[in-house]
Nanobody, 127 residues
């Protein structure tokens, strides 16, 4: 079992930055692929980024590539999402997700590929 708790959300002006954190319980955190998804009001949950257990592979949605960076600290059981050059369209609840088996290919971007989810943290970008 893995429990995920997100933090770091808030209100920021367009062009600003935020750093989200996701603290995970469990001794086997380092074995899990970790991801961030987001869900805006009235929209489906969408993939943002993912990182493999060793941090060697990262994946990004085209909409955030070059602006967002995912990283992990396995010693601290924490995954981070550094968000720069924020835009109003980045406004959403950001959820951390984890899965023991690394999804194959494009499946890493699918909601159904992740077994464990956090409650989310709200990010609001004002124009």
């Amino acid at each position: 079992q893995v429990q995920l708790v997100e933090s770091g959300g808030g209100v920021v002006q367009a062009g600003g930055s935020l750093r989200l954190s996701c603290a995970a319980s469990g001794r086997t955190f380092s074995r899990y692929v970790m991801a961030w998804f987001r869900q805006a009001p009235g929209k489906e949950r969408e993939f943002v980024t993912a990182i493999t257990w060793g941090g060697g592979d990262t994946y990004y949605a085209d909409s955030v590539k070059g602006r967002f960076t995912i990283s992990r600290d396995n010693a601290e059981n924490t995954v981070y999402l550094q968000m720069n050059s924020l835009k109003p369209e980045d406004t959403a609840v950001y959820h951390c997700a984890a899965n023991l088996v690394t999804p194959f290919g494009s499946s890493v971007r699918m909601v159904g590929s992740y077994e464990y989810w956090g409650q989310g943290t709200q990010v609001t970008v004002s124009s």
